[in-house]
């Protein structure tokens, strides 16, 4: 075969262990073989793709993507929410001042109240 030397040993990489075993011939034609053939050591090294493929890598990145995209559109409308909330109280409290019967829109105070409050407690639950 020739993959054995001639004094039986395998020529390939021997872990430390397998390494002490091998008598005195077996090592100096290991050393031999090993400086004819240097790129029978680097071929192990040269992989291509890595870890990862191409494919792969574009699959996360897209999945991260997406997550991303998520909270953020979930952050836009929790802001849009707290600022309708905002500006119905503002509305309330000027036409509380101006003494004038609260309008129908701040019918809406109520319910926006529990979904700001429930948002919120959501958010502080993530945290």
């Known amino acids: 075969k020739s993959g054995i030397g001639k004094s039986g040993v395998h020529l390939r990489y021997h872990t430390?262990?397998?390494?002490?075993?091998?008598?005195?011939?077996q090592r100096s034609e290991l050393r031999e073989w090993r400086l004819q053939n240097p790129e029978q050591k680097k071929r192990k090294t040269q992989?291509?793709?890595?870890?990862?493929?191409?494919?792969?890598?574009?699959?996360?990145?897209?999945?991260?993507?997406?997550?991303?995209?998520k909270e953020t559109s979930a952050a836009v409308e929790e802001q849009k929410d707290a600022d309708a909330y905002i500006m119905l109280m503002v509305e309330a409290a000027l036409a509380k001042k101006a003494g004038k019967?609260?309008?129908a829109s701040t019918d809406k105070v109520p319910a926006l109240t529990k979904q700001v409050s429930l948002l919120s407690i959501l958010k502080n639950a993530k945290n």
Do not use: W
């Open 47 to 69: 992989r291509s793709g890595g870890r990862f493929s191409k494919k792969k890598i574009a699959a996360m990145v897209a999945k991260q993507l997406e997550t991303k995209i």
């Open 16 to 25: 430390p262990e397998e390494y002490e075993k091998l008598n005195g011939e």
């Open 101 to 103: 019967v609260a309008s």
